[in-house]
């Protein structure tokens, strides 16, 4: 009797197993750098079968210095893609290409131009004399083309940043990009110095970060994926920030050898201290939380500074609101 | 002709390529000014070789081929040197091409124009001077390659089966070109051929040369009784002499009877 | 008749294709940022032209600057080489290692240490270029016939008037050839060095214009830049070609 109770339990797990693998959807999210900290959120949700439970077969695609994952979600070839800042949304809105933000996991940007201590550049107006400043291809045509128009840098200073520490290592005056809650800790590791830290968030650069972007038709057809994902997602960064974050990091350190515990865990500790990703709306409405209001307000900075024209975006493409601002996940806080 | 004085000795000429490959063994010979000499034999023996020892392209084991130079002017050359193939520059044209030592020995084309006409004149290639070699028959390109070797009004000249390439037709009217030629500027001729034939119409004087290893194993007197070489050759004397020269190539090359084409 | 069909096929054959395309995009409505039709492009062409066309005119600098550095290093080298076997038994293994590294594993690391962005663009297509041309050249002049060679022996050239009067001449076909691929390959080299290394500002050509493009998702764009990267490498190609007739057509079997 016991037995065949055994047997019939065993072969009803499996076939429910097979049921749910088979009806799990398959996704593919690509990021825009390489396995940081700052991607934490989400390797969290992969490795303790958040995503799983939601019924959802993820696969996590890197971005780097040299990879461009962009073109891939208009294309149709990855169901869901990380974008740094707004300009990314705006310039595709701008462009006819149907793509558009559903979630934004940092409330603040912590894009940051990094220099030496002792040369001056403590003061955020001397960065835009530096002979050299290091910039990578994703930047390069984003918030580069901010900082021309709004705080005088000039084009003949960028050389191309490939993820590389040496350079900037190597010269006192050179300024390099990096997030304020990842490089500078292993500028500090590689070079013994503590390095000057200026975040372009500070100066007027008040886009969303670490976007969610999915393709137009998919928010039409298939809304229930995308409010599976982001929700799996946002409860990815509750526990990334406050559970046990042990298997997630290992994963990251596989994706990307060049990381280490203590970097990932000082990153972490920067970012809860910076308000990276819970401050202003996110408190009361969860992580991933945006509002319409913001996005205009940044838009208009945007066209003040002289990147695009009143009329250039139609912001009712750019980010549609109804998969955030709902509380998920917030009981995990601790 | 006179022709006493010596112009050329090699003396006891050996050269050996390798071990076992010697191409030429203690050749002794004297050639006096003037002289159109003929050297007869089988392939392999050793006639290109002696011919290049003798104009210093290659230098041998031992002995020594040695000129003494006459009283030409201080520009002219003592050695003509014509290949079996032409040897143009087929970029160059036929006045390029003939102008060549001239230019090498550092005299520009404007200064050349002269010699350079009359070789085009007694050479036959009137209307040809700006042509490419590609444009021309075999026979016109070996007149070139002449014309060449003739520009610095050399001493002596030395000819490689030069006609070994050619129809039989072009090559008779060759033949009858050349010896005129050498004839008025009194050169002295050094033709190495396969061809009892040529051998004999041209000739004053024929050296047979054994197979490997090269030996002079006779020096055949070519008197004519006619300086027209189309008498010469149609004269019953012509024929003796041509199977008497045969005869002693294959005397002293029993398995080379083949070799010497008898035309 | 025959005579025009002859001249006006290749052309026809394009439009046909060109033609095809455009019905394509039509009928399977395939959007602009996947496939842009040759119409699209065409008007995203004449509408950045202005932009487009400086990038263009770096691109065609650095081509042929790190050409022309190609064919004198290649002509010097191959005569060093040729003049002295001593020189060349040292420096050939140097010669195969540039030519066999990837130049997209080079580049990177070729920008850290030359400061001037177009200096290093200049040396990563000219690392691409140099070597059909040098030994190309080097097999050419070995080609040289031999018995021209002991006539300039005979008549006592010196070793600067073999090179100049024979080498060279006889060499030029094999030339021509390699520097036929080596236009290619500048351009190619031009490009990729820029895309890997990543240029940007103002020391930029169309590589960083089709970066950009691709970046931004203005696909068309990117095609109008690629199309000028192809009309520069078939101007190229036929201009080398044009050449290579010009120098060979009356003498040389494989241009008559």
Redesign the interface.
């Known amino acids: 009797m016991k037995n065949k109770f055994l047997s019939v339990s065993i072969a009803l797990t499996c076939i429910f197993s097979c049921i749910q693998v088979l009806a799990q959807d398959k996704v593919i999210f690509a990021t825009n750098w390489k396995a940081q900290a700052a991607h934490g959120g989400f390797y969290q949700a992969l490795v303790d079968g958040t995503y799983t439970k939601a019924g959802l077969n993820v696969t996590i695609q890197q971005g780097g210095p ?1 990879v ?1 994952n ?2 891939l979600l ?2 149709g070839k990855i169901q869901f893609l990380m974008t740094g800042n707004l300009l ?1 949304p705006f ?2 809105v701008k ?5 558009v933000a559903v979630a934004a996991m940092f409330q603040k940007d912590p894009q940051a131009l990094i220099a030496h201590p002792g040369q001056g550049y403590e003061n955020f107006a001397a960065l835009a004399k530096a002979t050299v400043v290091m ?4 930047g ?3 918030w ?1 083309q901010w900082l021309k128009v709004q705080h005088g840098f ?7 940043y ?1 993820y ?1 520490l ?2 900037f290592l190597a010269s006192k005056t050179s300024v390099q990009q990096g997030y304020s809650v990842a490089e500078p800790i292993y500028i500090e590791n590689q070079g013994k110095f503590k390095p000057v830290v200026h975040l372009l968030a500070d100066h007027g650069f008040s886009t969303y970060s670490t976007l969610i972007e999915a393709h137009a038709e998919m928010v039409q057809k298939n809304p229930d994926l995308i409010k599976r994902f982001v929700d799996a997602s946002i409860r990815g960064w509750y526990n990334y920030l406050y559970a046990d974050r042990k298997a997630a990091n290992a994963l990251m350190q596989k994706e990307n050898p060049e990381l280490s515990d203590d970097e990932l865990e000082r990153s972490v500790a920067l970012m809860k201290q910076q308000g990276v990703v819970e401050s202003g709306e996110a408190l009361e409405r969860g992580i991933g939380a945006m509002n319409a209001n913001r996005v205009k307000d940044f838009y208009d900075k945007m066209v003040k500074a002289g990147l695009y024209k009143a009329g250039d975006v139609d912001l009712k493409k750019v980010a549609v609101f109804d998969f955030v601002n709902q509380s998920v996940g917030k009981e995990l806080r601790k | 002709m006179k022709v006493d004085r010596e112009i050329i000795s090699i003396h006891e000429v050996s050269h050996q390529f390798s071990e076992s490959i010697i191409a030429l063994q203690n050749i002794s010979l004297s050639i006096a000014q003037g002289e159109f000499v003929a050297f007869l034999g089988p392939s392999g023996c050793g006639k290109s070789t002696l011919l290049r020892i003798i104009a210093g392209l290659d230098q041998p084991t031992s002995g020594f081929a040695k000129h003494h130079r006459g009283q030409a002017s201080t520009e002219s050359f003592p050695i003509g040197f014509v290949f079996q193939d032409p040897t143009l520059m087929p970029w160059a044209t036929v006045s390029q091409n003939i102008h060549l030592p001239l230019k090498l020995a550092g005299t520009s084309m404007s200064d050349s124009q002269g010699l350079i006409q009359q070789q085009i004149a007694s050479l036959g290639l009137q209307g040809f001077e700006q042509a490419y070699p590609r444009q021309l028959s075999g026979g016109m390109k070996m007149r070139v390659s002449i014309a060449r070797s003739l520009i610095t009004t050399p001493q002596v000249l030395l000819m490689d089966e030069p006609f070994a390439a050619l129809d039989e037709i072009t090559r008779m009217r060759l033949n009858d070109d050349l010896l005129s030629l050498c004839r008025k500027q009194s050169l002295t001729t050094l033709f190495v051929t396969h061809s009892v034939f040529e051998a004999v119409s041209m000739a004053q004087k024929i050296v047979i040369m054994s197979p490997r290893p090269g030996r002079i194993v006779d020096v055949i007197d070519n008197a004519k009784p006619t300086d027209d070489p189309e008498q010469w050759r149609v004269s019953t004397e012509f024929a003796k002499r041509c199977a008497y020269v045969s005869h002693q190539l294959r005397l002293h090359s029993p398995q080379a009877t083949s070799e010497a084409l008898i035309q | 008749m025959r005579l025009n069909l002859n001249r006006y096929l290749p052309w026809f054959v394009f439009l046909l294709a060109l033609l095809s395309w455009e019905l394509l995009v039509f009928i399977y409505q395939i959007p602009h940022y996947i496939l842009p039709s040759p119409r699209l492009i065409g008007v995203t062409l004449i509408q950045n032209f202005e932009s487009l066309a400086p990038a263009w005119w770096f691109t065609v600098k650095i081509t042929f600057g790190a050409l022309g550095l190609s064919v004198i290093s290649g002509l010097l080298l191959s005569s060093l080489f040729v003049l002295s076997p001593w020189i060349e038994r040292s420096f050939l293994p140097f010669a195969i290692i540039l030519q066999v590294t990837p130049i997209v594993a080079i580049a990177p690391l070729i920008l850290i240490y030359i400061d001037s962005t177009t200096g290093a663009l200049l040396l990563c297509a000219w690392i691409v270029a140099f070597f059909p041309i040098m030994s190309n050249t080097v097999i050419g002049l070995r080609a040289t016939d031999k018995n021209l060679r002991d006539l300039f022996r005979l008549y006592k050239a010196t070793r600067w008037q073999t090179l100049r009067l024979l080498l060279m001449p006889s060499a030029s076909p094999y030339f021509l050839a390699g520097l036929k691929i080596a236009g290619g390959l500048s351009l190619i080299g031009a490009v990729v060095a820029e895309f890997t290394a990543g240029a940007a500002g103002r020391e930029t050509g169309l590589a960083s214009r089709i970066l950009e493009a691709s970046f931004r998702t203005e696909t068309p764009k990117m095609f109008a830049a690629l199309v000028l990267v192809s009309l520069t490498g078939v101007a190229i190609f036929s201009l080398l070609n044009q050449l290579s007739v010009f120098f060979l057509e009356h003498w040389h079997d494989s241009e008559i």
Do not use: I, Y
């Open positions: 040299q461009n962009r073109p208009a294309a990314h310039d595709n462009n006819g290409v149907p793509t910039v990578a291809k994703d390069q045509f984003s580069w000039k084009d003949e200073q960028l050389k191309p490939n590389n040496s350079p």
